[in-house]
């Protein structure tokens, strides 16, 4: 059984844009570099043939995964959410009570996560060493460099 995957609206209509990206336009492209690789004549030495079916694998694999994910998708609806406890969906505002720093992180699904613009999994150390977590709340997260010590300070959507 496949399990949820949580995106936020917009995560959602990304995929879907990919998915319709790729049936539309690439597998067109793809299709018409195989029949241009075919007039070359020999498959046996023809790595233009190999290359242009190997990127078609590569985009129906690529859609079939997308349409799974899509199929899957539990998409949070900010109405479902409140400013009290952190949850997927969240934007949350941390400090660091080693460095004094503070961080903010929304909370959203493994497949949207990016963490160079904040945006953390539900699934990552830290995005789920936050979850249930209310202001104030201060929680020690093991990462791969150590244990890092947050007060959170800031819950949003």
Known sequence: MDKDIFFTPEGLEKIENEIEYLKTVRRKEVAERIKV??????????????????????????????????????????????NDMVNVGSTVVVK???SGDEDEYTIVGSAEADPLSG????????????IGLKVGDITEIEIPDGIIKYKVCAISF
């Open 119 to 130: 945006k953390i999994s539900n699934e990552s150390p830290v995005g789920a060493g936050l």
């Open 37 to 82: 690789a075919l007039g070359y004549g020999d498959l046996s030495e023809n790595s233009e043939y190999d290359e242009a079916k190997n990127e078609q694998a590569y985009v129906e694999e690529r859609i079939a995964k997308l349409e799974m994910m899509a199929r899957n998708a539990k998409v949070i609806d900010e109405k479902d959410l409140n």
């Open 96 to 98: 660091d009570l080693d």
